[in-house]
């Protein structure tokens, strides 16, 4: 029994767009992309933000792990969708932590997902670090083309840690090399040669041999060494910089996913922890307004512990898309005529959604405790109409249920961002059934006795009050 890292989970959007077609739509203003055209990017569904994602790479970290012991949790984002509300508590709801968890969110830095781990390493109690990012980008930038949309999860405590802290440093400096604000919604970086050489090269040394010297470790026993930059080659700079071995820079990712910003550090961590073996280094820095060093010591209780999909399995579950003006819509870039269909009033009683968080942000039902029926929603009266029994409703969970399709449609006349919206009814496999949209479908692929599972994802917009609902949905099971 260590204090250290117990489970490690992550979430990559199923979209991949092909940065061709971005270089290709924009070559003809600036020829300069033709550079950064190689590989994908991670396209977030136009029902996906932080948040959902968030959710879904704390899944895939807990799998079926008790969750009635995190005692805190940090949600760490800059472009968590409310500025005022608790995102944190969107996802403990989501997650069906203990309510009296204690939650915050953190932001501001692109270092704030290691600084969060940096702080939940330094304490005693049971702490999820989980950190999305879902970046916006002005058409034909190298933001566009460098950043992915991404999650990752870390639970932090007392038990058979998979990976413990060995040694650590940080250092703080109000280096600006982008800053993005409220009146500035997109990214402003400053040109890469000054902040490889004023900002990375002046902060990432001093932080990597302080970690080093507080362990007592050389350089050369680093087995992988983690530096998430979209500057060129800033990982084998700052590798020999510090006298650690060429071969342990580890792949960012770019190729594949693309920088998910604050929270490609611990994607990258998630990546080395399911490939490495015990006894490895695994050195983490996390770069902004100064930077962050992590090193990690692999444990024996590494090569048994459960896994989910992880990051190789999430870019193994991967669609290629090739429609860039459907990335455009999705991330609001463009203006679209969306009809009079997209016209209706999305009002959210907030009230309403408060009296009914449980089915609505915990996905939880009921289960008649005379006859054993399972039914959602949860309601007074056992829906099997040979029991009827009144008030006899026990919590039941379905979040964590795989179900399957009974029914489906596909419909071009209800206004959908992606048409056609498809839904239809999900049978659950110990019994209750729902009629649910889904995500991540093609029209092509849906058929009846099809197994879904759920996952959570954004409902609806109401952009005229600049709400959005979430709920959850049906998604295809691989």
């Known amino acids: 029994m260590s204090f250290g890292i117990l489970a490690f989970g992550a979430y990559l959007p199923r979209l991949r767009l092909d940065r061709r077609v971005v270089a290709e739509a924009h070559g003809w203003f600036n020829s300069a992309l033709k550079s950064l055209a190689k590989g994908e990017r991670a396209m977030a569904n136009w029902d996906e933000d932080p948040v959902t994602m968030a959710v879904e790479a704390a899944r895939d970290a807990f799998g079926a792990r008790d969750r009635a012991d995190v005692a805190r949790l940090r949600f760490v984002s800059t472009t968590a969708p409310f500025l005022d509300r608790l995102n944190a508590a969107v996802v403990s709801e989501a997650l069906s932590l203990p309510a009296d968890i204690n939650a915050a969110d953190a932001a501001a830095s692109q270092r704030a997902g290691t600084s969060m781990l940096f702080d939940a390493l330094d304490g005693r109690s049971s702490t999820l670090v989980v950190a999305a990012e879902k970046r916006p980008s002005l058409a034909a930038s190298s933001y566009e083309m460098t950043s992915g949309d991404g999650a990752a999860a870390l639970l932090v405590g007392e038990g058979d840690a998979v990976a413990r802290l060995i040694g650590s440093a940080t ?21 890469e040669r000054w902040i490889r050489d004023a900002g990375y090269a002046a902060v990432v040394p001093h932080v990597v041999k302080a970690a080093l010297a507080q362990a007592g470790v050389e350089p050369a026993a680093v087995a992988r060494f983690i530096l998430p930059s979209t500057v060129p080659r800033i990982g084998a700079a700052m590798a020999k910089a510090c006298g650690l071995a060429e071969a342990a820079v580890a792949d960012t990712l770019m190729a594949q996913c693309g920088d998910t910003g604050v929270a490609h550090p611990l994607l990258l ?6 490939e490495a073996k015990a006894g490895e280094k695994i050195l983490v820095v ?4 100064g930077a962050d060093a992590l090193l990690f010591e692999a444990t024996e209780a590494l090569a048994n512990a459960p896994r989910g999909l992880g990051v190789s399995g999430h870019l193994t579950r991967r669609r290629a898309e090739s429609n860039y003006s459907k ?3 999705f991330n609001d870039t463009i203006a679209v005529e969306r009809g009079m269909r997209a016209e209706a009033d999305k009002l959210t009683p907030l009230s309403a959604l408060w009296r009914n968080r449980d089915a609505v942000t915990r996905f939880i039902g009921g289960r008649c405790m005379q006859c054993g029926t399972r039914q959602f929603p949860r309601t007074r009266i056992c829906v099997n109409p040979n029991c009827t029994a009144v008030d006899k409703q026990e919590p039941e969970p379905f979040a964590e249920k795989l179900g399957t399709v009974n029914s489906y449609t596909a419909d071009r006349l209800t206004y959908s961002p992606d048409p056609p919206a498809c839904y239809g009814m999900i049978q659950f496999a110990d019994g209750g059934r729902w009629m649910m949209d ?17 996952m959570f994802r954004v409902k609806d917009f109401d952009a005229q009050r600049g709400f959005r609902r979430y709920f959850w949905k049906a998604a295809p099971a691989t």
């Open 327 to 329: 990335f455009l819509s």
């Open 269 to 274: 961590l998630v990546k080395a922890l399911e």
């Open 171 to 191: 250092r703080t400096a109000d280096f600006v090399d982008h800053y993005r604000t409220l009146e500035q919604p997109t990214d402003y970086q400053w040109e």
């Open 286 to 289: 996390g770069f902004g307004q």
């Open 438 to 454: 889904f995500t991540d479908v093609d029209e092509a692929d849906l058929s009846v006795g099809q197994n879904m599972k759920m």
